[in-house]
């Protein structure tokens, strides 16, 4: 009897030894599904969670033009193009109350050494943002709320590049009236995109849905959709882009300026363009044409918190580049950047030459040069690792930046200044949130565990064991968190959600003579640095060994904590949600997408 072979576990590349083009999933159109049974249902202390819809969103197909992929086994250790799968971010055009509002700081912050602290910040810094937004990628989801932002201060921050004149916007006639993209994506012969399919009925759409529906936005590899889901019909998307080559890897709404006539979307890409998108008007800019800033993929993006047109975007070479939506692009060299005025001497061979490291941070254009007529508005080299993700802090002030390195930086991006290095207990951070009261930075990575770090006291309080493999996202539910404690859940490439409980009086140390000490990846890298930075009075390490207090303070980057030292947090939850690739986000009516 003939029995014909099993179907490979990969696809195909035509008949055994054949070379022909692998054939791909392909998927049109969105499906939406009611699922019932005690499968899609978890049990939790506060009740019973529910799956009430499920919307999976269509993959598309290679664009006919796409590369031949040679070796499609996901185990392959030859580079690939970069591409993020699927990130969701949800909006509501009116305004909503925060379910936490942080009114100032407390005594109940905790490091391990127990005593309460805080980060003071000027007493005179008033100016509340509107930024309300938490991003899918990184752990946060696009907030609907529109209260000022919480902080771990009494005030906020001030705006990004105040005191730099040349940064102040000009404004229209009309206030009420926002500047649009240049470009109809509906009309344009770029190459750069495929196919724009607009609802037939979208006008009509727009008119009829609740004042207090929740759009979404979603990039899937090459495809870009807006939906309404508000909408009877929710798998029906309202705008549907297919670009030619570029993958679309991340984007962000800006909570600022959406209204119900204007909604600021931007898009990074696997080619490093950028693209801004109004998608009321279906227009549309080009920056960073043809990688004339920087070449690499974008990674993360994000609007800088409170501003109009300023947003930050994550480059794969481990850069930083804040860009202005209204700018027009122009050749950028750090070399030439520091003959502006504002570096000069030595400093500008040193920049040239990539060596300058100012407050920690090698800083290729400052928010404060003088040359600002043209983008970037500001550029900063971290490393030369990949940074998978980067988060606001909820005061306007910090900024928290993973890396493949292993690395999660905290930078005070308003004065160009990293605070603090930590190390991850081994491999990359792809992951990073902050709690909504601004006093914990939570990161997630290669070695399965989610990582709290204190922010003021500038060290780890615990780790989150329960995924068996990498963690890709994290995000707090905000009805569930106070200034004493916090719920948060995680999602892992081992197809598991988890939901978390973390509070001050859940902490305590661990049994040090019960725990055998565990070197890692992180730790034996920040051994062989300690000869690089020994003579650099921002870059100390600080060693497991008792240090004097005052030797202690001006330390920067610190070495992995062994699991002696460090509280270990079970999950409240942990359910099998099949999905090898999942995302996270959280929104202010309690809703979730996963």
């Known amino acids: 009897m003939f029995v014909l072979p099993p179907p490979p576990r990969y696809p195909s590349m035509g008949g055994y030894g054949g070379s022909m083009h692998p054939v791909p999933m392909i998927e049109t159109n969105n499906t939406l599904s009611n ?76 490091a391990l050494s127990g005593a309460p602290s805080s980060i ?153 363009e950028i693209i801004w998108w109004e998608p009321i008007s279906q227009r549309y800019t080009r920056l960073n044409k043809n990688g004339v800033i920087n070449s690499t993929p974008v990674s993360s993006i994000k609007w800088i918190p409170g501003s109009e047109n300023l947003f930050l975007a994550a480059h794969m070479d481990g850069s930083l580049v804040v860009y202005d939506k209204e700018k027009e692009d122009a050749h950028f060299n750090p070399s030439e950047e520091a003959l502006d005025g504002h570096i000069n001497g030595s400093e500008s061979d040193d920049i040239a030459n990539g060596t300058l490291q100012q407050n920690g941070i090698r800083i290729n254009k400052s928010v404060h040069s003088k040359n600002q007529k043209t983008n970037p508005v500001a550029a900063w080299k971290l490393s030369n690792h990949r940074t998978n993700a980067f988060s606001f802090s909820p005061d306007n002030r910090h900024l928290a930046v993973v890396s493949e390195d292993g690395t ?125 930075t020994g003579n650099t009075s921002n870059s100390r390490l600080r060693s497991d060994s008792n240090l004097e207090a005052e030797d202690e303070e001006g330390t920067i980057a610190h070495p992995v904590e062994p699991r002696a030292r460090i509280p270990m947090l079970p999950p409240v939850l942990v359910s099998a949600i099949n999905l090898q690739y999942s995302i996270v986000t959280t929104q202010a009516w309690g809703s979730a997408c996963i």
């Not at 899609?40 to 019973?48: D, K, P, S």
């Not at 580079?79 to 407390?106: C, E, H, M, N, W």
């Not at 207990?425 to 997630?444: A, E, N």
Request: glycine residues 6%; hydrophobic residues 35%.
């Open 120 to 272: 003071q910040e000027h007493p005179n810094e008033s100016r509340y943002s509107t930024e309300g937004g938490m991003s899918s990628e990184d752990g946060r989801a696009t907030s609907t709320s529109d209260a000022p932002a919480t902080s771990i201060t009494i005030g906020s921050a001030p705006a990004f590049g105040e005191g730099n004149s040349l940064l102040t916007q000009v404004q229209t006639k009309d206030i009420n009236k926002k500047r649009k993209p240049k470009n109809n994506m509906t009309k344009s012969n770029s190459s750069f995109i495929s196919r724009v399919i607009v609802n037939e009925s979208l006008t009509r759409k727009l008119t009829d849905r609740p004042s207090d529906g929740i759009f979404a936005f979603a990039n899937i590899n090459r495809a870009f959709q807006w939906l309404d889901l508000s909408s009877s019909s929710k798998q029906d998307y309202l705008t549907k882009i297919l670009f030619t080559k570029a993958h679309c890897l991340c984007h962000d709404v800006n909570a600022v300026t959406k209204s119900a006539a204007h909604i600021d979307v931007i898009m990074g890409f696997s080619t490093g």
């Open 408 to 532: 999660l930086r905290i930078i005070d991006y308003l004065k160009e200044e990293l605070l603090d290095m930590f190390y991850s207990y081994y491999g990359g951070l792809s992951c990073v949130c902050w709690t909504p009261d601004g006093k914990y930075v939570l990161t997630g990575g290669q070695d399965d565990l989610i990582s709290i770090w204190s922010v003021a006291e500038s060290a780890l309080v615990a780790r989150c064991q329960g995924h068996q493999s990498w963690v890709s996202a994290v995000a707090f539910d905000p009805w569930r968190c106070d200034d004493r404690s916090y719920r948060f859940g995680s999602v892992g490439e081992d197809g598991r959600l988890c939901l978390w409980d973390f509070s001050v009086a859940m902490l305590h140390r661990p049994k040090a003579q019960s725990v055998r000490h565990r070197g890692s990846i992180s730790s034996r890298y920040t051994t062989l640095q300690r000869a690089e």
């Open 35 to 110: 699922p019932e049974g005690p499968e899609w249902q978890f049990l939790v202390g506060e009740g019973t969670y529910v799956l009430k819809e499920d919307l999976h969103l269509a993959t598309p197909p290679p664009h006919p033009s796409e590369a031949t992929i040679v070796n499609p086994n996901p185990l392959s250790t030859n580079p690939q193009p970069a591409t993020a799968g699927t990130t969701v971010s949800l909006i509501s055009i009116d305004r909503a109350a925060a379910p936490f509002f942080y009114k100032g700081v407390s005594a109940t912050t905790l």
